[in-house]
């Protein structure tokens, strides 16, 4: 049982760049949401699923596009980066019934030059 | 909108005790707690639901005051394990995003 698993966990990228972070879960949660954390900002909501083929956008959505086409994959796509998008960013999952706390993984700290 | 978190930061003694709160604006269905060390993901911790039921930690206990959207974290007989930063995030009623305060420092000292 691995938990919810990101990958890269590190990735430099060049402004105006592409490129799509990997976020699988096997504990058949149907939730599954993006997270960016920045010093002093705490955890900011970038997109979330409550289950395949449902997304809708969190507090910082723009720049970022979702998709969610299986239970366990949901992979978070930056367009075009910016330097504005380096930040340290997590996956975490749920169970959608709000009784329960969330499972992060470990992160994919990005680097936009 | 982000819940407001107090203190900041809070430096302890081991076995010293440590109060963190989390207040918001809105009427709130949940509070979660989580606690993240440094460079780690964050650890859920707590939750609390409308109505008084409590999920999580044995050895750390919470409150949630819904009158007041109000939340508190309490930490008794710190350990320095207990270090890191602890965030509170909340639920709406109808809504499925959880967000985030902007996070308590605990640094636990031998």
């Known amino acids: 049982n691995a938990g919810v698993t990101q990958t890269p966990k590190f990735q430099v990228l060049k402004t105006g760049q592409s490129m799509t972070l990997q976020c699988a879960q096997d504990?058949?949660?149907?939730?599954m949401s993006w997270y960016r954390q920045d010093p002093g900002m705490g955890l900011r909501l970038i997109h979330y699923?409550?289950?395949?083929?449902?997304?809708d956008q969190g507090e910082v959505p723009n720049g970022y596009n979702v998709s969610r086409s299986t239970t366990e994959d949901f992979p978070l796509r930056l367009l075009s980066a910016a330097p504005s998008q380096t930040s340290v960013y997590f996956c975490?999952?749920?169970?959608?019934?709000?009784?329960?706390?969330?499972?992060f993984g470990s992160g994919t700290r990005l680097t936009v030059v | 909108q982000q819940p407001v978190q107090s203190p900041q930061a809070v430096i302890l003694r081991e076995g010293e005790d440590a109060v963190i709160n989390c207040s918001s604006s809105?009427?709130?269905?949940?509070v979660h707690w989580y606690r993240q060390k440094h460079g780690e993901a964050p650890v859920f911790l707590m939750i609390?639901?409308?109505?008084?039921e409590q999920k999580g930690h044995e050895k750390i206990s919470a409150s949630f005051n819904e009158k007041k959207q109000q939340s508190s974290l309490y930490l008794t007989a710190s350990q320095l394990s207990y270090s890191g930063t602890y965030f509170c995030?909340?639920?709406?009623?109808?809504?499925?995003?959880?967000?985030f305060g902007k996070g308590t420092k605990l640094t636990v000292n031998p």
């Open positions: 975490a999952s749920s169970y959608v019934d709000r009784g329960f706390g969330y499972t």
């Open positions: 504990m058949n949660h149907e939730y």
């Open positions: 809105k009427a709130l269905y949940s």
């Open positions: 699923s409550v289950g395949a083929g449902i997304t």
């Open positions: 995030g909340t639920l709406r009623g109808g809504s499925e995003k959880l967000v």
């Open positions: 609390l639901l409308k109505g008084g």
